[in-house]
């Protein structure tokens, strides 16, 4: 166990209707201005959008609207966020939607708080020194962006997608009902079920031994996830499981089932290469990708993946051999990825890489060469390049 920092400071409103709070929320902040930031048709069709709006008019809320965020969030939609905020004198920013959506406002946020070029925070070249309030209305049970402290936006130019970290940017509340969920199409869901398990996987297979407890709550949020998502396949209006796996999808990413160890975050890395160039849906790239990460690198802690088998995929603990209950166990989650519709490797994905693409996407992901990326293992160029050739 390592010493660590844990912070979480975002309100939750949670359950059903809870968006009618939303005016309230901001009232007792004080915010003068707002910002109303979303997706596609899906917010205004659902009548969401028409209900927050609402909600902010009878508290007497100004507010200004700003939607066409799409998945893997541009930045010249940011850009545009940034103009109008000014315009507007917006002081408060509300994100109406998922992941995507909230990262998009981060960014904003940042743009609107700093001077100079908002990409400059993405691309590592400088730090912020703080930004615009956020408030979040979840559509989505996914990224879990509304209690993160992170945000990940595309550059067009060059088709580079990047993440950003920090305290500044952590949503002031997040209001979360489970039943606008119903809507989403199965894939959708899938894509979202895997991203949350992900984001605690990516924290679970750590280099150091992790806390007990830390350990205890991963896996039971993964146990959670995976029977739950069996169960909205079936029956997608069932709102229990819509609001376990939403709750889930924040404290994956709130920094809870990290405590005590550094994470791998690698499987991330790789995506957001394949995101970029090939603009696919974030979730079904990590599942994508996963397989054929676990298979490289679980030689580094055969028994933590013997661990992973039997207390997460609840694989009856057949042998003594560790190497063998890991690759059952990598071929059981793979298995469950099918189950839910997601792909299993690049084919599967929709995508054909050629060796020129896979050179690109490596060279990238290690940022020309001059970085590693994984915690579980270190990964340099070429063990970038041997994964997504794996993946194929």
Known sequence: MINFNYHAPTQVVFGKGSEEQTGALIKAGNWNKVLIHYGGKSAIDS?????????????QIPYTCLGGVVPNPRLSKVYEGIALGKKEKVDFILAVGGGSVIDSAKAIGYGLFNEGDVWDFYAGKRAARGCVPIGAVLTLAAAGSEMSNSSVITNEEGWQKRGYKSEYCRCRFAVMNPEVTSTMPAYQTGCGCTDIL????????????????????SEALMRTVIHNAGILMKD???????????????LSHNGLTG???TGDWACHQLEHELGGMFDVAHGAGL???WGSWARYVYRKSPKRFARFAVRVMQLEEKSSDNEEMALLAIERMEYFFREIGMPVNLRELGIQVNETQIQELAYNCSFQNTRKIGGFQKLDMEDMK???TMAQ
């Not at 009548?47 to 508290?59: C, K, N, P, Q, Y």
Request: proline content about 4%; glycine content about 6%.
């Open 259 to 261: 405590c005590g160890a």
């Open 47 to 59: 009548g969401l959008l028409s209900r927050v709006r609402a909600s902010l008019e009878m508290f």
């Open 386 to 388: 041997n994964i997504y």
């Open 287 to 289: 599942a994508a990708i």
């Open 198 to 217: 992900m984001h605690t996987m990516e924290r679970y297979f750590a280099p150091e031994e992790s806390m007990e407890l830390t350990d205890s709550i």
């Open 236 to 250: 997608p209006q069932n709102y229990e499981a819509r609001a376990e796996i939403m709750w889930a999808g924040s």
